[in-house]
């Protein structure tokens, strides 16, 4: 039996996750289940689940959620803030942790999982992105193992030789194929794209999603930072790694051997299949993904996307490149950018502006500790909300 720790329970990610651990409740058991501030949800989900622990990170729904549970006579222990989440990452009685928290948010309580030495399940990968050095480093010397959740991921993890931390090189992988579907604006008229509403950009073609990351989807910062994700879990360089738009959202991503071998992991668009494939792996169990029909699908297309389409690929890239802090700053502009998107106070376009001005206005320096990526995150986000506050009225 493995315990099972899941931060962002009420979320996309975390509610995929509890339909794979009920379809095997002789293998899996949850241990604790933790949310921002969703207090109901949290509170259905203990009903059904009956987790040790319940952790709210807002302290006032943590005493709400710990007086719901008094009256639903239920034994889970409810914690709070940063250090109940901590906490539950590293439980003895907990091997796995799901890592699904939105954004910078995760940080701490992943590289907790990760210095307590479990398997690590990382969806979050924002905190990859922003401290990804530290967090290999962290995973390295607590023998710790980390499986990727993102399915592009997860594909190329499974494409790969079981020996590719020697070196990509070393095991005769050339290249990793990362794709992407390009999102709900792949074709919009380019000077229709400032004023596309945030139900427009939440609403994926292929893949149901947390709003931030369909955010980042119709933009296609996601594929900019799974390039740096990429980099990090593969051990290789932005130079490594051609990303190319695939809209059927069928293959999940491909490494290219030194042969002429490409390997690729097709399927379902359902995070079902990653996240059952993490949990049990080396093994597989069912995921309760539909089997996919190739017959119906038909077809397979492939593009180059279009960085002027998508300028939040390039500045990706271009923090790939850069490394050190760049990305936290990529990362900590881009959470400010999407956050005032999707409370309709700028623009579509403005994400990829207020970025870009923040990216030119901080310099990176080496990010050789936490301390130094957090200030960095920190400093960022100031500069982004600053820019918003002059930025947000403007036509
Ligand atoms: P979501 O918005 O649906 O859920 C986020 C979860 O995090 C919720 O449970 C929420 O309560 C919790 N949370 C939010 N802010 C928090 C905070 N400050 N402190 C503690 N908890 C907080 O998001 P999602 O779509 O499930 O995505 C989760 C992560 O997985 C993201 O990093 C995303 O990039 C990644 N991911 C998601 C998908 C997907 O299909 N949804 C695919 C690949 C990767
Ligand atoms: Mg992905």
Redesign the pocket.
């Known amino acids: 039996m493995q315990g099972i720790t899941i931060l962002?329970?009420?979320?996309?990610?975390?509610v995929n996750t509890l339909d794979v651990i009920s379809r095997h409740p002789d293998s899996f058991k949850v241990v604790a289940l933790?949310?921002?501030n969703?207090v109901e949800r949290l509170l259905a989900q203990c009903q059904q689940y009956h987790p040790a622990y319940a952790v709210m990170?807002d302290e006032t729904a943590a005493a709400q959620l710990t007086e719901q549970i008094k009256q639903s006579n239920l034994s889970t222990e409810v914690l709070a803030g940063v250090d109940g989440?901590v906490r539950v990452s590293q439980l003895d009685t907990v091997d796995q942790i799901m890592a699904?928290?939105?954004?910078a948010?995760?940080l701490l309580p992943t590289l907790a999982a990760a210095k307590a030495g479990k398997r690590v399940l990382l969806?979050?990968?924002?905190a990859l992105v922003m401290s990804g050095h530290l967090f290999m480093e962290a995973v390295k010397d607590n023998q710790a193992e980390l499986l990727p959740?993102?399915?592009e991921h997860n594909a190329i993890f499974q494409c790969m030789p079981s020996s590719f931390h020697d070196g990509l090189a070393t095991v005769g992988v050339q290249r990793i194929l990362l794709t992407g579907s390009g999102g709900p604006f792949r074709t919009t008229p380019l000077n229709k794209l400032a004023n596309v509403t945030p139900e427009q950009a939440c609403a994926h073609p292929n893949?149901d999603?947390?709003?931030?990351?369909s955010v980042d989807s119709a933009t296609m910062m996601n594929k900019g930072l799974e390039l740096i994700e990429a980099c990090w879990l593969f051990n290789t360089t932005a130079d490594h790694v051609e990303i190319m738009l695939h809209p059927q959202s069928v293959i999940h991503s491909m490494v290219e051997y030194v042969d002429g071998s490409v390997l690729a992991q097709m399927g379902q668009p359902d995070?079902r299949t990653p996240i059952a494939h993490a949990m049990a792996w080396p093994e597989r169990i069912d995921s309760g993904v539909e089997r996919l029909n190739l017959i119906d699908v038909a077809r397979l297309e492939f593009e180059k996307p279009d960085l002027q389409r998508f300028p939040c690929l390039r500045l990706a890239e271009t923090a790939a490149r850069e490394g050190g802090t760049a990305p936290a700053i990529l990362n900590a502009a881009n959470e400010v950018a999407v956050a005032e998107f999707l409370e309709n106070k700028l623009k579509f376009t403005d994400i990829a502006r207020l970025v870009e001005n923040v990216m030119t206005e901080l310099p990176a320096s080496a990010a050789n500790d936490l301390d130094t990526v957090i200030l960095a995150d920190r400093e960022a986000r100031e500069h982004a909300r600053r820019w918003v506050k002059q930025n947000r009225n403007m036509g």
């Open positions: 962002g329970s009420t979320g996309s990610i975390g933790t949310a921002n969703q990170a989440l699904a928290i939105v954004g948010a995760g969806a979050n990968k924002e959740i993102d399915s893949w999603m947390g709003r931030k990351i995070m």
